[in-house]
Structure formats: C-alpha cells, structure tokens
C-alpha cells in the first residue's frame, strides 16, 4: 500500500472525499505513521550502519553516513570488537571538563547533541564504529510513496488515520471505538514482535548490546547516566 492508497482508504471510511477532508487524511496518515514507528523498536525497524571515526575529531555527524536515525540503540568499535558505553550529556560535560586532550580508542558515546555523537575518548585513529539505531518514520507527501511498515501490519495505519480523522470531524462517539481497535492492534503487534525467536537474539547481539565476550566499559561512578 502507497500514501495515496492509504488516505483514500481513510476518505472512503468516512464517506467524505472532498478537497478538504483528503488534505486532512494525509496529515493523519503521517501522524499514525509517526505513532507507530515510536511505540517499540520493531525488528522492521531496526536498521545498521557504520561511523567512520577522525583522528583527534570528538565527534561525527550521523547523517552524513546514515540516514533517518530516530534513536541510536548500540555502538561497537568493530577492530576490537567492543561495546561502546552510551552516556548522557551531563556526563560527557563533566568528563572533557576533565580531560579534552587525551586521544585513545573511544569508550563512551554520546548522542543527545541533535545529528551528532560525540566520542570519549576522542578517536586516536580512523575507526569504524557500527550502529545499530531504530528508523524514523518521516512524512510522506507523494501518492507513491511508500510506508516502512510491512504490508501485513498497514491495517494500523487505516486505523490510526480514521480515527484520527473522525475526531478532526467531531465524530467522537465513532473514534472512540476505532481508537481502541488501534491501540489493541499496536499492542498485537508488539506483543507478536516479542514472540519472535529470531528477534530475542537479534535484540541480544545488537539493542541490548550484549555479546557475552566483551564486558561493559567501567565509568566512574561521577559521570554514570543521571
């Protein structure tokens, strides 16, 4: 199903087609859509890239290597191979106040400074750092556009848009009904997610980060997540 065949659907369920009531399906459309990709990190979600790290340089800039990164879930510096440690902004303040000079193979990353991950300590060398992050949902505007929800779960998506588009319209009796229907759906879907066996491992290896065979960083208990 593309964009123009999914507000069509939300047009014709509610029996008005006009000019106005179209405009306002696309934009529930893509408010469903953005719902739905942030509720859980769905294994249809969860997209891998690389960071390619510069001598002396504390960050790098996501979206020059990777696109629609919503949330970064892991970091691994792949020579060794080890698990970077994700530290909150606070704490990567508190650690370059510090020490700023010092170059080695990074330990920490952060990722609250918008597009960027900045890296403690700074990179001593080129290094590729695979991520692991969880896609963005972003708006569609062209009838051909297509949605990164597989075809199976796209029912969601009529439902959050036409319940969204009977509250725009004052139906709230009727929205009421088909909201719960989405909100069950949604928690089917996360629930059918969590069954799968694959999904267990890949959550394992790559969101929780946990290999086994490389132990967590130890970060003094000062600059620790607040």
């Not at 970077?84 to 370059?96: D, G, K, P, V």
């Not at 400074?113 to 062209?142: E, G, H, R």
């Not at 009727?174 to 999904?199: F, H």
């Not at 790559?206 to 600059?223: F, N, R, T």
């Amino acid at each position: 199903m593309n964009f123009g065949q999914a507000y069509a659907q939300v047009t014709t369920r509610t029996n008005d087609a006009s000019t106005n009531a179209t405009n306002v399906a696309k934009d529930n459309i893509n408010h469903a859509y953005r719902d739905i990709c942030t509720r859980y990190p769905f294994s249809w979600l969860i997209g891998t890239g690389t960071l390619t790290t510069v001598a002396s340089q504390a960050y790098n800039q996501i979206s020059t290597a990777i696109n629609n990164v919503w949330k970064i879930l892991s970091i691994r510096e792949t020579e060794t191979p080890a698990r970077l440690t994700a530290i909150s902004r606070r704490a990567y303040e508190s650690l370059i106040a510090d020490d700023n000079t010092t170059t080695d193979v990074p330990e920490f990353y952060c990722d609250q400074f918008d597009d960027y991950v900045y890296w403690y300590n700074a990179p001593d060398d080129a290094y590729a750092m695979y991520v692991t992050y969880w896609k963005s949902a972003i708006d569609l505007s062209a009838d051909s556009d297509t949605f990164i929800i597989p075809v199976k779960f796209q029912e969601v998506l009529m439902l959050g848009g036409w319940y969204r588009q009977l509250q725009y319209f004052n139906r709230h009796g009727e929205a009421q009904a088909i909201r719960n229907d989405y909100e069950q759906m949604i928690q089917k879907l996360i629930d059918d997610d969590q069954d799968r066996p694959d999904l267990v491992e890949k959550q394992a290896r790559h969101v929780i980060g946990s290999s086994g065979d490389d132990p967590e960083p130890k970060l003094p208990a000062q600059y620790r997540r607040f």
